[in-house]
Protein backbone atom coordinates (compact mmCIF):
# COMPACT_ATOMS: atom_id res chain seq x y z
CA UNK A 1 0.00 0.00 0.00
CA UNK A 2 1.56 3.71 -0.73
CA UNK A 3 2.74 5.68 1.68
CA UNK A 4 0.86 8.48 0.05
CA UNK A 5 -2.77 8.66 0.12
CA UNK A 6 -4.13 8.24 -3.51
CA UNK A 7 -5.29 11.09 -5.31
CA UNK A 8 -8.48 9.92 -5.29
CA UNK A 9 -8.89 9.95 -1.81
CA UNK A 10 -7.87 13.52 -1.60
CA UNK A 11 -10.72 14.66 -3.40
CA UNK A 12 -12.95 13.55 -0.91
CA UNK A 13 -14.17 15.97 1.82
CA UNK A 14 -14.66 12.83 3.84
CA UNK A 15 -11.64 12.34 6.03
CA UNK A 16 -9.97 8.69 5.18
CA UNK A 17 -7.32 6.73 6.28
CA UNK A 18 -5.58 3.60 5.08
CA UNK A 19 -4.23 1.27 8.05
CA UNK A 20 -1.94 -1.45 7.37
CA UNK A 21 -2.12 -4.86 8.85
CA UNK A 22 -0.39 -4.32 11.56
CA UNK A 23 -2.70 -1.37 12.81
CA UNK A 24 -0.37 1.66 11.66
CA UNK A 25 -1.82 4.37 9.86
CA UNK A 26 -0.39 4.10 6.26
CA UNK A 27 -2.11 7.62 4.84
CA UNK A 28 -4.54 10.15 5.28
CA UNK A 29 -6.15 12.31 2.95
CA UNK A 30 -5.98 15.70 2.87
CA UNK A 31 -9.74 16.29 4.57
CA UNK A 32 -8.19 13.68 7.44
CA UNK A 33 -5.55 15.92 7.86
CA UNK A 34 -7.70 18.94 8.06
CA UNK A 35 -10.53 17.57 10.82
CA UNK A 36 -7.54 16.05 12.93
CA UNK A 37 -6.01 19.44 13.03
CA UNK A 38 -2.26 17.87 11.99
CA UNK A 39 0.14 16.94 8.73
CA UNK A 40 -0.27 14.38 6.74
CA UNK A 41 2.86 13.41 7.29
CA UNK A 42 2.75 13.05 11.39
CA UNK A 43 -0.39 11.10 11.05
CA UNK A 44 1.34 8.37 9.08
CA UNK A 45 3.34 5.92 10.56
CA UNK A 46 1.25 6.26 13.84
CA UNK A 47 -0.87 3.18 15.62
CA UNK A 48 -4.71 3.70 14.54
CA UNK A 49 -5.15 2.91 18.34
CA UNK A 50 -3.37 6.29 19.56
CA UNK A 51 -5.64 8.06 17.65
CA UNK A 52 -8.66 7.18 19.85
CA UNK A 53 -9.28 9.90 22.20
CA UNK A 54 -11.10 7.38 24.87
CA UNK A 55 -11.29 3.51 24.96
CA UNK A 56 -9.24 0.95 23.41
CA UNK A 57 -12.11 -0.08 20.25
CA UNK A 58 -10.10 0.34 17.16
CA UNK A 59 -7.55 -1.37 19.40
CA UNK A 60 -9.38 -4.63 19.51
CA UNK A 61 -10.84 -4.68 16.13
CA UNK A 62 -7.58 -4.39 14.70
CA UNK A 63 -5.33 -6.46 16.55
CA UNK A 64 -4.04 -9.41 15.28
CA UNK A 65 -6.12 -12.71 15.15
CA UNK A 66 -9.42 -10.42 15.54
CA UNK A 67 -12.13 -11.77 12.98
CA UNK A 68 -11.90 -9.22 10.23
CA UNK A 69 -15.11 -8.17 10.03
CA UNK A 70 -16.47 -4.67 9.00
CA UNK A 71 -18.03 -2.33 11.63
CA UNK A 72 -20.11 0.73 11.81
CA UNK A 73 -18.78 2.63 14.95
CA UNK A 74 -20.93 5.82 15.93
CA UNK A 75 -19.89 8.58 17.89
CA UNK A 76 -16.09 7.82 17.54
CA UNK A 77 -13.79 10.32 19.56
CA UNK A 78 -10.63 10.60 17.92
CA UNK A 79 -7.66 13.03 18.23
CA UNK A 80 -3.54 13.22 17.66
CA UNK A 81 -1.83 13.07 21.22
CA UNK A 82 -2.08 16.12 23.43
CA UNK A 83 -5.11 17.38 20.52
CA UNK A 84 -8.68 18.00 21.32
CA UNK A 85 -11.27 15.37 20.52
CA UNK A 86 -12.76 15.36 17.33
CA UNK A 87 -16.06 12.88 16.89
CA UNK A 88 -17.44 11.27 13.94
CA UNK A 89 -19.62 7.97 12.62
CA UNK A 90 -17.08 5.91 11.19
CA UNK A 91 -17.01 2.31 8.79
CA UNK A 92 -13.63 0.24 9.37
CA UNK A 93 -13.53 -1.80 6.34
CA UNK A 94 -10.85 -4.88 5.85
CA UNK A 95 -9.15 -4.64 2.71
CA UNK A 96 -7.43 -7.68 0.49
CA UNK A 97 -4.40 -6.82 1.71
CA UNK A 98 -5.14 -7.25 5.21
CA UNK A 99 -5.10 -4.10 6.02
CA UNK A 100 -8.24 -1.67 6.81
CA UNK A 101 -10.22 1.24 5.52
CA UNK A 102 -11.42 3.97 8.06
CA UNK A 103 -13.84 6.60 6.57
CA UNK A 104 -15.00 8.84 9.11
CA UNK A 105 -18.43 11.10 9.12
CA UNK A 106 -17.75 13.75 11.27
CA UNK A 107 -20.65 14.55 14.05
CA UNK A 108 -21.21 17.40 16.43
CA UNK A 109 -19.84 16.53 19.96
CA UNK A 110 -23.15 16.57 21.51
CA UNK A 111 -25.69 14.85 19.82
CA UNK A 112 -29.37 15.72 19.70
CA UNK A 113 -31.46 19.46 20.14
CA UNK A 114 -31.00 21.69 22.89
CA UNK A 115 -33.96 19.98 25.29
CA UNK A 116 -34.39 23.20 26.76
CA UNK A 117 -34.76 24.77 23.11
CA UNK A 118 -37.48 21.96 22.70
CA UNK A 119 -39.66 22.30 25.64
CA UNK A 120 -42.84 23.57 24.61
CA UNK A 121 -43.69 26.99 25.58
CA UNK A 122 -47.02 25.29 26.91
CA UNK A 123 -45.15 23.15 29.67
CA UNK A 124 -43.02 26.48 30.93
CA UNK A 125 -46.20 28.19 31.58
CA UNK A 126 -47.68 25.09 33.45
CA UNK A 127 -45.13 24.82 35.34
CA UNK A 128 -45.45 28.82 36.43
CA UNK A 129 -49.42 28.23 36.84
CA UNK A 130 -48.67 25.14 39.15
CA UNK A 131 -46.28 27.03 41.06
CA UNK A 132 -48.52 29.81 41.65
CA UNK A 133 -51.44 27.11 42.43
CA UNK A 134 -49.49 25.98 45.17
CA UNK A 135 -48.45 29.41 46.99
CA UNK A 136 -51.66 29.18 48.79
CA UNK A 137 -51.60 25.40 50.14
CA UNK A 138 -47.93 26.00 51.18
CA UNK A 139 -48.94 29.19 52.98
CA UNK A 140 -51.41 27.31 55.01
CA UNK A 141 -49.76 23.69 55.86
CA UNK A 142 -47.15 26.30 57.03
CA UNK A 143 -49.56 28.39 59.49
CA UNK A 144 -51.50 25.14 60.16
CA UNK A 145 -47.54 23.76 61.87
CA UNK A 146 -46.82 26.61 63.69
CA UNK A 147 -50.77 26.89 65.01
CA UNK A 148 -49.84 22.98 66.06
CA UNK A 149 -46.30 23.62 67.72
CA UNK A 150 -48.08 26.37 70.18
CA UNK A 151 -50.80 23.29 71.42
CA UNK A 152 -48.37 20.46 71.93
CA UNK A 153 -47.24 19.91 75.49
CA UNK A 154 -44.26 20.99 76.31
CA UNK A 155 -42.41 17.01 77.34
CA UNK A 156 -44.09 16.16 73.49
CA UNK A 157 -40.39 15.76 71.24
CA UNK A 158 -41.69 13.33 69.51
CA UNK A 159 -45.37 15.48 67.59
CA UNK A 160 -42.46 18.73 68.00
CA UNK A 161 -39.71 17.05 66.06
CA UNK A 162 -42.70 15.93 63.44
CA UNK A 163 -44.14 19.42 63.17
CA UNK A 164 -40.96 21.11 63.19
CA UNK A 165 -40.29 18.47 60.01
CA UNK A 166 -43.13 19.40 58.41
CA UNK A 167 -42.47 23.01 58.71
CA UNK A 168 -39.36 22.63 57.16
CA UNK A 169 -40.77 20.72 54.40
CA UNK A 170 -43.16 23.51 53.44
CA UNK A 171 -40.65 26.12 54.04
CA UNK A 172 -38.18 24.04 51.14
CA UNK A 173 -41.24 23.35 48.71
CA UNK A 174 -42.01 27.20 49.45
CA UNK A 175 -38.49 28.50 48.23
CA UNK A 176 -38.46 25.87 45.38
CA UNK A 177 -41.95 27.41 44.18
CA UNK A 178 -40.43 31.21 44.38
CA UNK A 179 -37.79 29.99 42.49
CA UNK A 180 -39.97 28.75 39.29
CA UNK A 181 -42.15 32.12 39.96
CA UNK A 182 -39.09 34.55 40.37
CA UNK A 183 -36.00 33.50 38.94
CA UNK A 184 -32.92 36.21 39.42
CA UNK A 185 -32.87 38.73 36.73
CA UNK A 186 -29.49 38.94 34.85
CA UNK A 187 -27.00 41.51 36.00
CA UNK A 188 -24.91 43.24 33.74
CA UNK A 189 -21.95 41.43 33.13
CA UNK A 190 -18.32 43.03 34.58
CA UNK A 191 -14.62 41.85 33.44
CA UNK A 192 -13.68 38.69 35.28
CA UNK A 193 -11.34 35.65 35.72
CA UNK A 194 -12.73 32.30 35.30
CA UNK A 195 -10.12 30.49 36.97
CA UNK A 196 -11.17 32.95 40.60
CA UNK A 197 -15.00 31.80 40.05
CA UNK A 198 -13.83 28.56 40.01
CA UNK A 199 -11.79 28.63 43.05
CA UNK A 200 -14.84 29.94 45.10
CA UNK A 201 -16.61 26.93 43.33
CA UNK A 202 -13.40 24.86 44.88
CA UNK A 203 -13.64 26.22 48.64
CA UNK A 204 -17.37 25.37 48.71
CA UNK A 205 -16.85 22.05 47.90
CA UNK A 206 -14.01 21.41 50.29
CA UNK A 207 -16.31 22.85 52.77
CA UNK A 208 -19.61 20.23 51.63
CA UNK A 209 -17.41 17.14 51.08
CA UNK A 210 -14.14 17.64 53.12
CA UNK A 211 -11.48 14.88 52.46
CA UNK A 212 -13.91 12.29 50.91
CA UNK A 213 -13.45 13.90 47.53
CA UNK A 214 -10.57 14.71 45.45
CA UNK A 215 -10.48 18.46 43.47
CA UNK A 216 -8.17 18.50 41.00
CA UNK A 217 -7.53 21.49 39.14
CA UNK A 218 -6.74 21.79 35.13
CA UNK A 219 -6.15 25.53 33.85
CA UNK A 220 -4.89 26.92 31.06
CA UNK A 221 -3.33 30.16 32.80
CA UNK A 222 -2.86 31.88 29.42
CA UNK A 223 -6.77 32.39 29.19
CA UNK A 224 -7.75 35.87 28.79
CA UNK A 225 -10.19 37.55 31.20
CA UNK A 226 -13.70 36.73 30.35
CA UNK A 227 -16.92 39.27 30.81
CA UNK A 228 -19.73 37.90 32.52
CA UNK A 229 -21.66 37.63 35.80
CA UNK A 230 -19.33 36.07 38.64
CA UNK A 231 -21.99 35.22 40.91
CA UNK A 232 -24.23 33.51 38.43
CA UNK A 233 -21.37 31.66 37.28
CA UNK A 234 -20.58 30.10 40.58
CA UNK A 235 -23.79 28.96 40.73
CA UNK A 236 -24.11 27.30 37.80
CA UNK A 237 -20.22 25.89 38.29
CA UNK A 238 -21.05 24.49 42.05
CA UNK A 239 -24.02 23.05 40.95
CA UNK A 240 -22.46 20.86 38.13
CA UNK A 241 -19.70 20.04 40.56
CA UNK A 242 -21.85 19.38 43.98
CA UNK A 243 -24.07 16.98 41.28
CA UNK A 244 -20.88 14.67 40.71
CA UNK A 245 -20.59 14.80 45.01
CA UNK A 246 -23.83 13.71 44.96
CA UNK A 247 -23.77 10.80 42.44
CA UNK A 248 -20.05 9.59 43.96
CA UNK A 249 -17.74 10.70 42.71
CA UNK A 250 -14.13 10.00 43.66
CA UNK A 251 -12.52 12.87 42.15
CA UNK A 252 -13.90 15.89 40.05
CA UNK A 253 -11.46 17.78 37.84
CA UNK A 254 -12.23 21.36 36.62
CA UNK A 255 -10.27 21.97 33.44
CA UNK A 256 -10.03 25.24 31.25
CA UNK A 257 -9.05 25.51 27.78
CA UNK A 258 -9.19 28.05 24.77
CA UNK A 259 -11.31 26.47 21.88
CA UNK A 260 -10.57 28.31 18.29
CA UNK A 261 -13.39 28.36 15.78
CA UNK A 262 -16.29 27.02 18.22
CA UNK A 263 -19.93 27.00 16.57
CA UNK A 264 -22.73 28.07 19.91
CA UNK A 265 -26.55 27.59 18.13
CA UNK A 266 -26.23 29.23 14.89
CA UNK A 267 -23.43 31.58 15.50
CA UNK A 268 -19.93 30.98 14.89
CA UNK A 269 -17.00 32.35 17.25
CA UNK A 270 -13.27 32.98 16.38
CA UNK A 271 -12.45 32.01 20.14
CA UNK A 272 -14.04 30.68 22.89
CA UNK A 273 -13.81 29.49 26.73
CA UNK A 274 -14.37 25.41 27.03
CA UNK A 275 -14.66 24.68 30.48
CA UNK A 276 -14.87 20.78 31.48
CA UNK A 277 -16.39 19.26 34.53
CA UNK A 278 -14.80 15.54 34.72
CA UNK A 279 -16.15 12.97 37.43
CA UNK A 280 -15.80 9.40 38.11
CA UNK A 281 -19.35 9.14 39.74
CA UNK A 282 -22.24 7.12 38.64
CA UNK A 283 -23.22 9.26 35.93
CA UNK A 284 -26.16 10.25 34.55
CA UNK A 285 -29.07 7.52 34.28
CA UNK A 286 -29.69 6.71 30.69
CA UNK A 287 -33.35 6.74 31.12
CA UNK A 288 -33.03 10.77 32.29
CA UNK A 289 -30.23 11.59 29.92
CA UNK A 290 -33.01 13.18 26.91
CA UNK A 291 -34.30 15.20 30.03
CA UNK A 292 -31.70 15.82 31.96
CA UNK A 293 -31.68 19.76 31.46
CA UNK A 294 -35.28 20.28 32.15
CA UNK A 295 -36.71 21.51 35.37
CA UNK A 296 -37.91 19.08 38.15
CA UNK A 297 -35.90 16.73 36.36
CA UNK A 298 -33.89 14.46 38.95
CA UNK A 299 -32.55 11.18 39.45
CA UNK A 300 -31.91 11.33 43.33
CA UNK A 301 -35.17 11.36 45.48
CA UNK A 302 -34.34 14.61 47.69
CA UNK A 303 -33.14 16.33 44.45
CA UNK A 304 -34.88 19.13 43.52
CA UNK A 305 -34.51 19.04 39.57
CA UNK A 306 -33.13 23.12 39.33
CA UNK A 307 -29.68 22.36 39.81
CA UNK A 308 -28.74 21.44 35.78
CA UNK A 309 -31.41 23.77 34.39
CA UNK A 310 -30.38 26.93 36.21
CA UNK A 311 -26.77 25.85 34.92
CA UNK A 312 -28.03 26.00 31.46
CA UNK A 313 -29.68 28.96 31.98
CA UNK A 314 -26.77 30.42 32.98
CA UNK A 315 -25.37 29.30 29.80
CA UNK A 316 -27.52 31.19 27.78
CA UNK A 317 -27.15 34.12 29.95
CA UNK A 318 -23.81 34.22 28.97
CA UNK A 319 -24.63 33.41 25.16
CA UNK A 320 -23.13 30.04 25.85
CA UNK A 321 -23.57 26.18 25.74
CA UNK A 322 -23.91 23.38 28.51
CA UNK A 323 -23.65 20.09 27.32
CA UNK A 324 -22.65 16.24 29.03
CA UNK A 325 -21.79 13.09 27.95
CA UNK A 326 -21.87 10.23 30.34
CA UNK A 327 -20.99 6.54 30.96
CA UNK A 328 -20.66 4.99 34.96
CA UNK A 329 -17.02 5.92 36.16
CA UNK A 330 -16.83 9.02 33.33
CA UNK A 331 -18.86 12.00 33.04
CA UNK A 332 -18.15 15.26 31.45
CA UNK A 333 -20.37 18.42 31.99
CA UNK A 334 -18.62 21.31 29.17
CA UNK A 335 -19.16 24.68 29.62
CA UNK A 336 -18.85 26.69 26.14
CA UNK A 337 -18.41 30.18 26.54
CA UNK A 338 -17.38 32.78 23.69
CA UNK A 339 -14.94 35.83 24.02
CA UNK A 340 -15.48 38.58 22.12
CA UNK A 341 -13.32 39.35 19.14
CA UNK A 342 -11.06 41.61 21.44
CA UNK A 343 -10.69 38.40 23.70
CA UNK A 344 -8.78 36.59 20.88
CA UNK A 345 -6.67 39.97 20.37
CA UNK A 346 -6.00 39.98 23.94
CA UNK A 347 -5.06 36.33 24.28
CA UNK A 348 -2.47 37.28 21.00
CA UNK A 349 -0.80 39.93 23.23
CA UNK A 350 -0.54 37.87 25.81
CA UNK A 351 2.11 35.71 23.93
Not at 60 to 70: D, I, Y
Not at 318 to 337: D, E, I, K, N
Request: aromatic share 4%; proline share 7%; hydrophobic share 45%.
Amino acid sequence: MPTAAPSAYDQLSTPVLTVGADGIVLAVNAACAQWLVASARRLARMPLAALEFEGDTLARLTAAGAPRESARLQRLALSVPGGAPRFADAWLTAVDDGGWLLELHPVDEFPGDDPVAALPLALSAALKGLAHELRNPLAGLKGAAQLLARRLPGDDAASRELVELIDSEVVRLAHLVDRLLDPAPPRAHVPLNVHAVLERVLRLAEAEAGWAVKLVRDYDPSLPGLEGDPDRLVQAVWNLVRNAIEAGAGEVVLRTRAEHGIRIGATAHALGLRLDILDDGRGVPGELAEQVFLPLVSGRAEGSGLGLALAQQVAREHQGSLAFRSRPGHTVFTLLLPYPPEGREARDDAQ
